[in-house]
Each structure stands twice: as structure tokens, then as C-alpha cells.
């Protein structure tokens, strides 16, 4: 589907915000250029840009250059499309690496990264998964603490919490108390669910987003809710389709929320 068209799409369906990876980023600078790409989603009452996925920032040699050469892209994006926050990975561990980087080194590398992305106003969105060095969210949230710097913050994934053990999403306020936070996502998926892409349609799986959504306020969230769906059924609907079908869905989990907490004395 052209541009134009999913753009009209994502605006029909009621989203306000969008996600940019950087194959399409780059796509999209090398054919409409980055300031007719912000045009056209302002025109379409589009007012949140994310970014992702940067990875191997931890790296030494040519990965390193090769992540560099992505986050310079990411920071040029920032900048002319008033992106706030970029989405960030932990190294993958197995396929071939069953060592994780050194704590202090990778810590460091955060560090760097978080500097260069505050020259952008850009927020690193940090997510830890069940796979790499970071395998649980308190493992991602004692490594922004113990970086201190106001553009490492979390990506909060309602999905990864659940592949990694942290679903009692009740702890979320106490853990989160203090840390910066950048991106927060609903998703939905079935119990047990493990790797990238056995989510769901939201509504169709067994995850409480409209519990998460809580404890997130609880913590203090009030930026916009994101929405990560990875599924072979989203994919096989026409795009309008799936925006709506998605938006409904994420809609009742909000819903159920704003009852929880109304009904609070």
C-alpha cells in the first residue's frame, strides 16, 4: 500500500502516534525526503513519531560502526520529524553468542549513546527480553539506574513482561519510581507465548492490558499508549482492517482501566 494511503489509513482508524523502523525510515528519506514524510503525517493529525530499533551499541568494531552509522540516521530522523524517543535492544544471546558484554562496558556504551541522543532531545527507550543480557525488566531498570542519565530510559512492554516472568504488572509503580520512561506498549498474546511474533489480536489473548494500563498511571505514565502487535493474523488483513480491528480492541482495554480507577474511593 503507497504512503499516502496508509497514512490516511492510520488516521481513519483514530491513531495519533506511529512507529518508523529504520529500513522504511531510510526508504522514505531517499525517496519523499524526511520533511514531506512529517508534513504528510501532521496532515493527518499524526502527533507522536517513534523510532527503532537500534542495536549492537555495545558493540567493537564493525557491528559498532554499522549500529553507529544507523543511530546517525535515527538522529537525523529525530530532528527533522520531532521524533522524542528511539527504541533500543540488548544483545541477543545464542546463535552463535553465549557470552553477554561486560556489565561495566555495556553500561558505559549506554552511557555514550544516551549522551549523543540528548544533542536530539532523543529518549533512548531501552527493552529488555527474555533472550539477551537483560532477560527480566528489573534487570533493564537497575541498568538505566545505575546509568543516571535522563535520555537512558525503558521501554515498558506489556508482551516482554509476560515472556519474562514479570506479569505481576501490580509492581510496576514501586519498581518504575524514579526511572525514566519513554515508550510504553500494549499488546496482547496468549499464555506461554514465547519469541517475536505469537501475539495477538488485543482482546484475543490472555494478557490483562487493561491491568497494565493501571499500574502504568499508578507510576506516574501519562504520554500515549502504544500498541506492538507482531502476528501472522494482523498481517493477514487488509492494513484499514487491521488498524481498526487493533484500535477496538485497544479501546476496551482502555475502558476497563478508566472503570478501575473511577471505581477507586
Not at 525526503?33 to 542495536?55: K, M, T, V, Y
Amino acid at each position: 500500500m503507497p504512503l499516502p494511503e496508509r497514512i490516511e489509513a492510520l488516521a481513519a482508524s483514530g491513531w495519533r502516534g506511529v512507529g518508523i523502523q529504520h529500513a522504511d525510515l531510510v526508504e522514505l528519506r531517499d525517496t519523499i525526503g524526511l520533511p514531506r514524510l512529517r508534513e504528510q503525517l501532521e496532515d493527518a493529525g499524526i502527533e507522536r513519531i517513534e523510532l527503532e530499533f537500534l542495536s549492537d551499541w555495545w558493540e567493537r568494531g564493525t557491528a559498532r560502526a554499522a549500529s553507529d552509522r544507523q543511530l546517525d540516521d535515527f538522529l537525523d530522523a529525530a530532528a527533522q520529524l520531532g521524533a522524542p524517543a528511539l527504541k533500543i535492544g540488548a544483545c541477543r544471546l545464542g546463535a552463535g553468542r553465549s557470552e553477554a558484554p561486560e556489565p561495566a562496558a555495556f553500561a558505559a556504551d549506554l552511557h555514550r549513546t544516551a549522551e549523543r541522543a540528548d544533542a536530539f532531545d532523543l529518549t533512548l527507550a531501552l527493552e529488555a527480553m527474555a533472550d539477551t543480557n537483560l532477560p527480566t525488566f528489573g534487570d533493564a531498570v537497575d541498568l538505566v539506574r545505575a546509568v543516571d542519565h535522563p535520555r537512558a530510559g525503558l521501554a515498558v512492554d506489556i508482551y516482554q513482561l509476560a515472556r519474562s516472568g514479570d506479569d505481576d504488572v501490580t509492581l510496576l509503580p514501586a519498581l518504575l519510581e524514579g526511572v525514566p520512561v519513554a515508550v510504553v506498549e500494549l499488546g496482547d498474546a496468549p499464555v506461554g507465548a514465547d519469541g517475536v511474533a505469537p501475539r495477538c489480536l488485543p482482546g484475543r489473548g490472555d494478557l490483562d492490558m487493561a491491568g497494565f494500563v493501571v499500574a502504568m498511571i499508578d507510576a506516574g505514565w501519562d504520554g500515549f499508549w502504544g500498541v506492538e502487535i507482531i502476528a501472522d493474523e494482523l498481517r493477514a488483513l487488509p492494513v484499514a482492517q487491521g488498524l481498526s480491528e487493533v484500535r477496538a480492541g485497544v479501546d476496551v482495554a482502555l475502558a476497563r482501566a478508566q472503570e478501575i480507577l473511577d471505581a477507586r474511593p
